[in-house]
């Protein structure tokens, strides 16, 4: 069963104030740790953020959304205050989506919808795919729910991501964990994340560093920098798109990832995915600004999650059963 949750806090910076209960789940390795904001049995919507990133990435576009809903954004494995993977442990996607559904068992949710950033779309992705009897409606949020590989690049790749393993467990810990001023880390963070205003890197940082002597640590896990070594090709992304029965609603960044990463042979993927989307009566949708568009300008993202939540999602009249409502 999960855990009681960790009291109610106010949670206090520039973009947000608002009361938040703070979520803890219980898994083998440790604690999957995240927020929860909205009424105790609102209509559930499970909120996965992007690589590097934590659940503070929705501090500022939650509090625009319907207030009908129960947001649960989770910090993923490694990242924010959530546990790191056991030594040894590659990250990779089937583990992320497993870690979804550890928490949505806890939480005793069968019906739910998911708004995901980048990676965390990658997830919302894989899972709708899988089960997709338990997924209503899905918003992708500068993602395309799937990240296909060349499959004559996949051995590279695969072969890659061993040897950075190998390396990483090579080096010393004190190599591995650098201490900095909170200037320095806000500074250090911008630089790897052009995307992101000095107003978000902040937000990131309150669940993004942890105190040490002399200073402060990222939080995260160093191992999610490595490469990922389970891919899926372009064929296997569409079979597993096909099988997703929620509504979707693809929000793109005129100056988000397709600009920011994906290469060229990816971005003919990435027609198709679109392509299957439309076909099957989805939204996609390009706003103005960058890959963290939701969390810089909220504004700009709030008002179509907002409309297809609602049409989706809260015009079902249908009355949740126990068994669907939050039982935080």
Known sequence: MIQALKGVRHMASSSVKQAVSELSVPVPWG????????????????????????????????????????????????????????????????????????????????????????????????????????????????????????????????RQGLDEMIQFEKKDEDKKRRVYTYERAVERLLAGNPSLSEQSAKILLERGLVQVEGGVEFSRDFRINLKNVVRITVEQSLELQSKIQASVLVVLAEDGFEKMFAEHEQKKFTVDLLQAYRDRNNTVVTVPGDHHVHLNNPVVVAPLVSDFLQNKVLSNSATLTDTDASKL
């Open 31 to 158: 604690e999957i740790r995240g927020k929860v904001w909205g009424p105790d049995h609102g209509r559930p919507v499970l909120c996965l953020h992007g690589w590097a990133d934590n659940c503070g990435t929705f501090n500022t576009l939650l509090p625009l959304l319907p207030k009908e809903c129960r947001y649960v954004a989770v910090d993923l494995a490694g990242h924010g205050c959530s546990s790191h993977r056991p030594a040894g442990v590659l990250y990779s996607f089937p583990s992320y989506v497993l870690d979804v559904r550890r928490v949505v068992e806890a939480m005793q949710w069968s019906k739910f919808s998911i708004i995901g950033h980048s990676m965390g779309g990658n997830i919302a992705g894989m899972f709708s795919a899988l089960y997709p009897d338990m997924v209503e409606a899905v918003v992708l949020l500068d993602s395309y729910g799937f990240l296909p590989t060349d499959l004559k690049e996949m051995p590279k790749v695969f």
